[in-house]
């Protein structure tokens, strides 16, 4: 019972000290994760601002380009000055524009009528169908409008978004469109330095969920319309943010930073794959799981491995409680384990009132026994005597010793004088019918000679009459010739 607590206790410890690594585990890692996710998010969202900000001034810079144009056509002596300062007057501002590709102006009907490039080789082409053109023909109340990527005709069908404006008469009436192409590949220039992983991207998107441009670029992706999707629309509809997607064009989750670009109709986002910016950590909680299971185990192990222990101690400890109290040649108690029992049950009799019977068994002439047979024949002899003591006992409580040398004892709960002679009577034939010889006995076989006491003890008596009233019915059994019982008398005052 005592291991079983212990055991208990060591399992129940182990088992807290265990939970207690999982747990300082499991927050290191929650708060690493917790950490990494933040950088990214702060990565994120700086490389965004910084881009914006560069993009955006250089956007700023061609709708100046735009509004410098329909100024310029504005100014009432447009038409009397001369070609060349004609073109000045119109696009001396593009210069300031580093992204802009070429810059034209065209009526009504779509046709050329001014063309930033070289004033001395006028290139034609007409617009009439151009997404621009036709978006700002049908609508007069459109400012900036960004069309989709598109084949400039202008440089080898080189893929271009346009920006363009309305031009209208004084009476309201269309007039044509001022456009700048803007190559896709100046606008990606932007990002080529930029560290995002593999799986990192940058998007371009037009307010109503065109995808404008990509980086990594890829014509296969671009010019999609990825409206519907309910992440694109999040992105759309909110000035800036920040959150935790898969894209809808190539299936991989990011952590995507958006931010619609001021004065315009544009958003651009900043992506950066949740693999691969949680890659290291995921290494590192592989790494601490690992150890966390090792040293989880190791408690474990070592609690195992203590119990081991501690029970081959309780085990060795009670082997020898139990050989102090057993006596080595015949497996009985010994006279202090036998004391020990005694005492218990004299005290049980107290409390319930009961009888309580001691028998004292001797061998007869044991010492001429010893001396005619031998030493070892003697030990034969006692242990055969133990072994008649035990057969002849058959309730739990009843327990027999050797109280020392050829002598023995037998403790008889609950049993009065009648009942403890009964049991010496049939001790003391079933020896005798045992019919071992012994030359130096009147009788010529091994006999005992057994005193019997008993008493039903009163509150506050000691054990100690019955010891000395059955070893007062011992001598008399002796002092009658041997090879009998004696006493009887119950014992009921000390």
Known sequence: MKFALTKLRLNLIAGLIALGILAISAHTLRNDYLDTWQEAENSSRNLLTAIARDLGSDLDLLDLSLKGVIEGLRYIGFQRLPPDLQHRVLFDRVATASLMGSLVVVNEAGELIADAGPVIAPRSFNLADNESFVVHKANSYIGLYVSRPFKDPLRNGELSLGLSRRLSYSDGRFAGVVMGFLPLHTVNQLFNDLRL????????????????????????????????????????????????????????????????????????????SVDEFLAAWRVKAIVMSLMTGILCFAVVGLTVLFQRELKRRTKAETKLRRLARTDDLTGLLNRRGFREIFEREWRQAIRSGSSISLLYIDADYFKSFNDRYGHGKGDDVLRTIAHMLNANIQRPRDVSARHGGEEFAIVLPETDASGARMVAENIR??????????????????????????????RGSMAAILFEAA????????????????????????
């Open 197 to 272: 992983g593999k799986h990192g991207t940058i998007n371009l998107f037009r307010g109503d969920g065109i995808l404008l441009t990509r980086h990594p670029f890829d014509t296969s992706q671009i010019n999609q319309n990825l409206g519907t999707s309910l992440q694109v629309q999040r992105l759309l509809h909110a000035p800036n943010g920040t959150l935790d997607s898969v894209s809808p064009i190539d299936q991989v989750r990011r952590i995507i930073s958006f931010q619609r670009l001021d004065d315009q109709p544009l958003v651009l986002t900043v992506a950066l």
């Open 429 to 458: 034939q079933a020896i005798m019918a045992l019919g071992i010889a012994h030359e130096g006995s009147p009788y010529h076989i091994v006999t005992v000679s057994i005193g019997v006491a008993s008493a039903r003890p009163p």
């Open 471 to 494: 070893d007062t019915a011992l001598y008399k059994a002796k002092a009658a010739g041997r090879n009998n019982v004696c006493g009887f008398e119950t014992v009921t005052s000390g």
